[in-house]
């Protein structure tokens, strides 16, 4: 499938008819005729592991809904190249288009980390959207909200919490975010976003598969015991998935 503009391939498999945009909990958490205003300018895509959506510093032309199977993270990149998740985005959200409208540059970079199906838009659309339609400027004022206490649980995580914590934490948040089982995920990749070692990672993976919570294996994680899991993960994920619950009940409500 040919590249577009280097970032992005095109997938025909996807159709921005009612039952593909629920694929998105975000876009489906409005009334149908409120995605009319947004669905002639959503595009399909296939989004690859590795794929760079904008850069730090960058306009944020192009917002990504990610779909069922498909995550991104957006990581602040250190003056010596070192990476750091912020946040991690899949089908509740949306990677750029939160801000309002005007000079748009983006503070981190956005990384897909679990490659699968999207919809994108201009942003300059969606902002033409926002202004047209109450229910989607609301929607994406309570999501940015809920984005925004994300970064800041995961500053209080990172500067808290264990390594087994923040793992069992980003295990089951992954889960959430692409709904499907077992994740496609690897050690290093894992080590990358929680800014340790690999050889860190593998001790957990151990010491987590031991406690029977997950299974590892050729890239991929499946959640055995979730609850175990949950008792594993330190408070900030509950935390988090609570004020999201508050904020947005009707996007937690879609089927995972």
């Known amino acids: 499938m040919p590249l577009m503009n280097g970032r992005t391939v ?41 794929q760079i959506l904008f850069e ?55 990384v897909v980390q679990i490659g699968g199906p999207a919809f994108s838009i201009e942003t300059a659309r969606l902002e033409e959207t926002k202004g047209r339609s109450p229910a989607f400027h609301d929607l ?32 089951l948040s992954t889960q959430d975010r692409v709904a499907v089982s077992p994740i496609p995920l690897t050690q290093e990749a894992l080590a990358e976003m929680l800014g340790v070692q690999r050889t860190t990672v593998t001790a957990v993976i151990k010491t987590l598969q031991s406690r029977g919570l997950i299974r590892y294996g050729r ?16 408070e900030c994920y509950e935390s988090i998935e609570n004020h999201f619950d508050l904020l947005l009940p009707a996007v937690n409500g879609c089927p995972r």
């Not at 945009?21 to 399909?44: G, K, T, Y």
């Not at 192009?62 to 750091?84: H, Q, W």
């Not at 890239?219 to 330190?234: F, K, P």
Request: one cysteine or more; charged letters at 20%.
């Open 140 to 171: 994406f004022s309570r999501y940015a909200d809920a984005l925004l206490a994300q970064m800041m649980q995961s500053v209080a995580c990172n500067a808290l919490h264990s390594v087994e914590a923040r793992c069992s934490r980003w295990l």
């Open 219 to 234: 890239g991929r994680v499946e959640i055995l015991n979730r609850r175990g899991l949950e008792d594993t993960a330190c």
């Open 56 to 110: 730090a510093g960058e306009d944020v032309e192009t917002t990504y809904f990610p779909c069922r199977g498909t995550m991104a993270s957006l990581l602040v990149i250190s003056s010596d190249g070192r990476e750091v998740e912020a946040a991690s985005i899949g089908h509740e959200g949306a990677v750029g288009g939160i801000v309002s409208a005007g000079h748009k540059p983006a503070y981190a970079r956005a």
């Open 10 to 50: 095109a997938a025909p498999m996807l159709a921005t008819s009612d039952d593909h945009l629920c694929a998105s909990r975000l876009l489906s958490a409005v009334q149908p005729a409120d995605r009319e205003h947004i669905r002639p300018h959503l595009m399909p895509r296939l989004l690859r592991r590795g």
